[in-house]
């Protein structure tokens, strides 16, 4: 649905970029229109303005995009909304509204959009790979905000399927209670299911799976069946010897995945001992206030195994999927900003000459 909105959002805003300079519209664009609501993409979809009795497209879009925004920030107090509509409406001197959706409602074109979306536009099927301490971390929550799509862990799949007692996660919850390994079959299936769900139509993002070639093809498999295929494999590479740093500083916020590090992304709670080490109590997440973690593989010994495993397992993989034309790799041994350029570069279409 975010990616439809996105789409419908960058079509009119690239049609009215002159009168997007203007103050007053400045002033409300420098809200992040990440998050845009159902109501909000109505709005863009079914309406637009002009600042006279004859139509000018470009203002009555502003007008639009600024509407749109306030939306965004508005109470739900129906009346309070409709007071801030008028004021906005006064400041961009509104006259008329146009509907460009033949008559239709802007609920039902909007609505009509994500329908056309969902069924026709590809799905976007992400894998992200990196070793152990590589900032998938870090970039992977600005791709799910820059896309709108979910991230899926499968240690989190694999969880909701048990609580929720689905048939697969009843038959992983009986091999684990026998203590065993969850099979691939099992798992495979347990993203079947999840990748159902309406937040999945545009696509996900895969984290932690595939593993090893033999589950990559057998997501292929799944996929196939579905209509769909892997578009996007990320790889963001570091080399060992930079890893240990990053490793042994790492600490998790483990509800949200969020990640920080004592020496290059410290929380803001971060104090030191005598020693000037962290102090743990001290180490707590900056939105919620949290305590954050360390894994308990997160040391210098366990990393060693880590890594063989990971570049054992990895390599097949990439060249599994390189004939497709759809493996990027990402020097992630530079500073984020640095890192964040080049994973926009790979999300992004080639340019044709």
Known sequence: RRSAIHWISNMLVSSSSAFLRTASVKAMTAASVRGVTRRTAATFAGSASSSSSSFNYGTGIAATIGASLLYMHATSDDEVREQREQQLSSLMGIEKTYNFWGGKSAEAA???????????????????????????GTHAPKIVDLLGLPQLSTGDMLRAAVAAQTPVGKQAEAVMKAGGLVSDDIVVGIIKDRIQEDDCKFGFILDGFPRTLKQAKALDAMLAKEGATVTKVIEMNVPDSVLEERICGRWIHKSSGRSFHVKFAPPKSMELDAAGKPIPESMKDDETGEPLMQRKDDTATALVKRLQGYHKETVPILKHYMPKGIVKSVNANQGMEGVWSEVLAALSRPKSD
């Open 110 to 136: 909007a609505k009509e959009v994500e329908e056309k979306f969902g069924a026709y536009w590809p799905r976007n099927i992400m894998i992200l790979f990196g070793p152990p301490g590589a900032g998938k």
